[in-house]
């Protein structure tokens, strides 16, 4: 089911959450809201979803207008930051709910509870309460709860930010393959642009209730229409007013002297795989380079040394 | 929606002005139909005046030893280690379960000429019953637990790191209850104080029983209230309930202020 | 450093910075205050209750049975229990709408209508007595009287115990998590739903909470009936008046046996609260 949001605004008392934003969700793909706390993507989301309505401007769900739609009948599911859990019902009781809302008959309801749970992996805890269950398996039987009723669209508010990173990372790539095996049309909003990079299909950058831009992950890196974008996704040097570089765009020279620029290497950062190194250039100017370990290696970085780098032609944009 | 939102707003403040606002409006009203003067004259009758004075003086020895006993059944409860909490919780609760008269009876039953002490408290040539010393007695039980109730929670939620901060940095027993601990509870034992005031000002039951009900002499306001009603002089008793309902709002008010200070989840 | 410092610096310091300094510290000190409070208590509740015990059972359990089932304590002791459920049952359901549009609701005063609400918690019982009288006794300007009539019982002990259950409700509200109402209604759930499915059971204990208490409240209450009730014998003499009546003809024992009675009635309702509330709490919270 294809979302479309056309021209929507929406206001809270003086703060203007969303202005004027359209944006475009193919039918069946994951698509992330990015952007920083402020930036609208909840607001746009809840709006989708009808728990907010905009003060001017449509939604279409499947072509149909589903601007003036209460969430009740709008169809579609929604998982919260928090989870949201029905604390005194049991997880059964929580993943059914949809359905005995709909007065499914009881045979039916716990054979698709059932078959759920076995997908988001919470089998044998039926019976349990959402107070014994870890942040992890309450997200998932969030998500088995907005699953059960077979939403058109599914929507996934900050779903991982209440979460230990171990159990994040997981829960992304297990997101990612729930998509494909179920396909239905998905948007999660978060503030973790590698999340969104990692997860999303499509991602949507947001900042200060606009669309900055939209496209996927490796447009978005490599062609960033501005600076917002750039600075956003993925790691950046500032050379000045508009001028940007990426960290491994940067070559460091065998000492070899003759071409490049001079820098002096006041930091080197061992991270794993990555290294980072913060040099100086002749000119007084901080920029740090990323190069890969065996590189590092090679050259014998370290403190103090005096090389020359490569500058690649830095971004500009227009202001 | 915004229809059954506004047909429930209509029926809470209906419920509430016809039991609540409705009768307290009306005596008002009552009281000074006639003009201030009756009024006046009615609430600075002597015995009036006595029984207004009597009351002061009750509420001014039972509630600061409600009070000091209070925080330190608090601390005990929260900082002590003891066996016998639950026994102390529950004595101090116990005044909210029972009825006020059933209290008076109680007292009677130990302090009363019959009662257990009886022998021992005429032959000493003390009076308790029917007499002030009863009269303090009875509602000091029935404001018993205020304070504790308040402060305890408070007491609970402020943990003892600070106070063991301040031992390891050599502060004795009482340095540390003064300069840390009181300081951090006190808008609890305020509100505590607040509501054993207003407790106290009001009992009827207990003191009922307690006092004899002696006109001039061991009558509380309420009690004279309740005397005035029965000698059908209307306006002696609704001047002097007048003067209670007022007292009554002082305390709502302060309540109402404290409210925000010990962070009680019922401001809205 | 400590070792010559305060009490608390002890070589057994570990296990008594638990209680710190206040009370296992200086150690008469500590001592002197629990006795204090010991004697305080004794005086207050502990001896008076034990002589109420004692006089109610110094007959005997024969005795105590007589007083008990005597036909003017009996109609007294029916009339307290069966008008204090009824009246808690009316708070159950308006003092959760009350305190639903206290803290959902917003319009102008508010906050003092939430100011009102503790009025019966600060009013003399015997005042509130002679208010609701004024507006529903004999010289009411509505034209309802209902003094010395059953009615004003209950009207009488709506108004003393009105705040129990909106106070104890108030609370669980403010904190509640809306999302969970946003998910059901993301879910298919229409308004009476959520409020049956979600809001209700999240407030039962609350309300439970207080439907004990204005039991408990309702159960003893004195000063608001004795004027509006006229209470007479077998009509609309509640428990609390018999025994008080009890007393002034002198018959002790009868009146230490019924306020034994009503103080049953109170704790057992107090009692069956914690009782669920604990298990609730190991169950589901």
Known sequence: MAIEVRNVSKRFGDFVALDDVCIRVNDGALTALLGPSGSGKSTLLRIIAGLESPDSGEVEIADEVVTDTPARTRDVGFVFQHYAPFKHMTVHDNVAFGLTVRKRPKAEIRERVSELLGLVRLDGLAERYPSQLSGGQLQRMALARALAVQPRVLLLDEPFGALDAQVRAELREWLRRLHEEIHVTTIFVTHDQEEAMEVAEQIVVMNKGKIEQAGTPRELYESPRNEFVMSFIGPVNRLGEARFLRPHDIQILPSAAGEGTEALIERVVHLGFEVRVELKLGDGRDIWAQVTRESAQELELHEGQILAVRLPEPRVFAA | MSFSKLGLRTIALGYLALLLVG????????????????????????????????????????????????????????????????????????????????????????????????????????????SVPGMVLATAVVSLPFVVRETAPVLRELGTDAEQAAATLGAGAWLTFRRITLPAIRWGVVYGVVLTTARALGEFGAVSVVSGRIEGQTQTLPLYVQGQFENFNITGA??????????ALATLIAMNLLTRRTRRRTAV | MSATGSPTASAAAPRRLQAPALLGGGRAAGVLGKGMIGVYLSVLVLLPVAALLAKAGSGGLDAFWREVSGPQAQAAIKLTLVMSAIVVAVNAFFGTLIAWVLVRDEFPGKRTVNALIDLPFALPTIVAGVVLLALYGTNS??????????????????????????????????????????????????????????????????????????????????GSLVLITGNLPFKTEVGSVYVFSQIQDENLPAAAAVSVVLLAAALIVLGALTFVSRWRSKHVL
């Open chain 3, 141 to 222: 300007p509505l034209g309802i009287d209902v003094a010395f009539t059953r009615a004003s019982i209950a009207l009488a002990l709506l108004f003393v115990t009105l705040p129990f259950v909106v106070r104890s409700v108030q609370p669980v509200l403010i904190e509640m998590d809306r999302s969970m109402e946003e998910a059901a209604a993301s879910l298919g759930a229409g308004p009476l739903t959520i409020l049956r499915r979600i809001v209700l059971p999240t407030l039962t204990p609350a309300i439970v909470s207080g439907v004990a208490l204005s039991f408990a409240r309702a159960v003893g209450e004195f």
């Open chain 2, 238 to 247: 609704y001047a002097s309930a007048v003067v209670l309902a007022l007292l």
């Open chain 2, 23 to 130: 009768p307290v409006a009306m005596i008002f009203y009552r009281t000074f139909e006639h003009g201030i003067a009756p009024v006046w004259d009615a609430v600075t009758a002597p015995n009036a005046v006595h029984a207004f004075w009597l009351s002061i003086e009750i509420v001014a020895i039972a509630v600061p030893l409600n009070t000091a006993f209070g925080v330190g059944m608090a601390l005990l409860l929260e900082r002590g280690s003891f066996k016998g909490k639950v026994l102390l919780s529950t004595l101090v609760d116990l005044p909210f379960a029972i009825s006020p008269v059933v209290v008076g009876l109680a007292l009677v039953l130990v302090y009363g000429k019959t009662g257990w002490f009886g022998d021992w408290l005429i032959g000493h040539g003390i009076q308790v019953i029917f």
